[in-house]
């Protein structure tokens, strides 16, 4: 089975250029998170969607991030304009919810360098 | 205060070595309890879940002390491919996923 699918692998782009990541979640899977995570500041919830709504937003950074769910297979995180302080390692997981634990599966992630 | 809090280590202990990571959590309604493990450059992955009786698996035991609002992970007879950063997980009530990680704690296993 195909795990949680994250593109691209890896972004390089310069100061004010906006960044779209994407995200495929595991088939079945109800609860989807996108993370960032820096040295600094760990691993830092940004938003997370159940059953494609957005459940709670308050770690988004700035109006700059912005994230969208149009179905059930498909996530954007998408950062307008990007600053060289966005470079992290964006990741996405997936759970099932209402089944107990609802472990997160992560995807490989994205690393971002903002120049 | 953090949520979430471990002790960032590093922990170098030698192979065969019995170590302990603790991780404290703020909020007494907290409901579930893992363990995550997370190799360099790679993304997250289940290690084990916390419950309250304690539970192993293998060379790995997890405690729960609710009491005090701290889970333990204790790993015996460290192999060197234990080396990775352990991430203590809570989440709080509620019919949603949303957990919060600890920032981590890096294991070196050293020859």
């Known amino acids: 089975d195909a795990g949680v699918i994250q593109s691209p692998r890896h972004e390089v782009t310069e100061m004010g250029q906006e960044v779209t990541l994407r995200c495929k979640p595991i088939?079945?899977?109800?609860?989807l998170f996108w993370y960032r995570q820096t040295m600094m500041r760990g691993l830092e919830l940004l938003i997370y969607?159940?059953?494609?709504?957005?459940?709670?937003d308050s770690g988004m950074p700035e109006d700059r991030f912005s994230a969208k769910m149009p179905n059930a297979s498909f996530s954007t995180l998408k950062i307008q304009p990007s600053e060289p302080r966005d470079s992290a390692v964006y990741f996405c997981?997936?759970?099932?919810?209402?089944?107990?634990?609802?472990?997160?599966?992560f995807g490989p992630g994205t690393r971002l360098l903002v120049l | 205060r953090k949520e979430v809090e471990q002790d960032p280590g590093p922990f170098n202990v030698p192979e065969g070595a019995t170590v302990a990571f603790n991780c404290t959590y703020s909020?007494?309604?907290?409901?579930?309890f893992f363990w995550y493990r997370q190799d360099c450059r790679k993304e997250p992955k289940l290690l084990m879940s916390?419950?309250?009786s304690g539970n192993e698996d293998g060379r790995f035991t997890a405690q729960l002390n609710r009491a005090s609002q701290y889970i333990s992970l204790l790993i015996r007879d460290s192999k060197l491919s234990d080396s990775a950063t352990y991430l203590c997980?809570?989440?709080?009530?509620?019919?949603?996923?949303?957990?919060?990680f600890g920032t981590g704690t890096k294991l070196q296993v050293i020859p």
């Open positions: 909020n007494s309604a907290s409901q579930s």
């Open positions: 088939s079945g899977h109800n609860s």
């Open positions: 997980v809570v989440r709080n009530s509620g019919g949603y996923q949303k957990v919060t």
């Open positions: 997981a997936s759970s099932l919810s209402g089944t107990g634990e609802g472990t997160q599966y």
């Open positions: 916390v419950y309250s």
């Open positions: 969607f159940n059953n494609n709504v957005p459940i709670d």
